[in-house]
């Protein structure tokens, strides 16, 4: 009885170290570059002379070609990212009736001499890439377990905590 | 207590096929609709099912007090385990809980399927072993006192 309840003991230090970790390793409320939050790689383009006119803040026409190509909404302003060489923010202005903000789309990026298009949002990460980051068809699923496993392990923690605290109040009967 | 051969019959044919189905809803909760806590709360309602129907202590006979306390934590154990195997597998590169690095395949996306499907199944375990445990105890509670009574 000695030896199991020390083995107990061991184990629940075990994981109330574990939920201390994951407590200091949950992402920022907020934080961009959380994973299902981050840009999402769309296609790459020759930069020669794309760079000096995105530059001037204006957006090339070869690369709205590209987006209508690819089915991908029009850019209307593109900005530089603050702080940053060779980097630009696209915007997108939303067709809503009544939420016409403007909404940060695209990042373009120079690497070499050529222009990565990425594209920041939420819902193409976890609509357009999970199935093939994650091998799993489910969209629920891959979002509960995966993207969003840190709440998924809380949801089971505080069911278990739900039935030791039922155990506490209501098992009277002097052995466990 | 009055028994009814009828409810007993139904019963005793229907919960292997519904112990069965929950299985089948926790394997499936990848590709179809469903999941851990569904398939974990349909498991331990056919266990709560077999309680009602018979007795409550050949209800205990089949899932001891023991085995159902180390059930409850264990599913929580392979689940934040899983977590921490990830960091010590990819020796400190990986974060918590990222399932690609796991060791099942070469495939980085094949791990992460699988590490889904495992926590799952850690899920359904917890939330099986919780829903009986919760049920027995207050089950007990009434029979002592409806013994102290008389």
Known sequence: MKGLSTIALILISLLCALFIYVAEDIPVFGDPNSPPIKYVRLFSIDADALENQLKRSVIPNNLMDEFEKRGFPRPFRVEKVTGMEGEWNAFVSKEEIHYSREEKYYWIKKKGDKLNIYRYAFVVRWIEKGQEETGTPNMVTYGLADYRGYDTLGETAVIFTAGIAVILLLRRRGKL | ?150
């Open chain 2, 1 to 150: 207590m009055e028994r009814s051969i009828i409810v007993e019959t139904v019963s005793r044919v229907m919960i292997p096929f519904i112990q069965l189905f929950s299985l089948y809803v926790i394997i499936h909760g990848a590709s179809g609709p469903g999941g851990g806590f569904q398939g974990g709360v349909v498991f331990g309602a056919s266990f709560i099912l077999y309680i009602v129907v018979f007795d409550i202590t050949s209800g205990r006979k089949k899932l001891p007090e023991s085995v159902n306390t180390v059930l409850s934590s264990l599913g929580l154990f392979i689940y934040a385990g899983l977590g921490l195997l990830c960091i010590i597998f990819s020796s400190g590169v990986g974060q918590y809980l990222n399932y690609g690095f796991l060791p099942f395949t070469a495939n980085f996306e094949e791990n992460r399927a699988l590490g889904i499907e495992l926590v799952e199944i850690a899920i359904g375990i917890t939330v099986m072993a919780i829903m009986v445990s919760i049920f027995f105890d207050l089950a007990w509670k009434e029979e002592n006192r409806k013994g102290g009574e008389e």
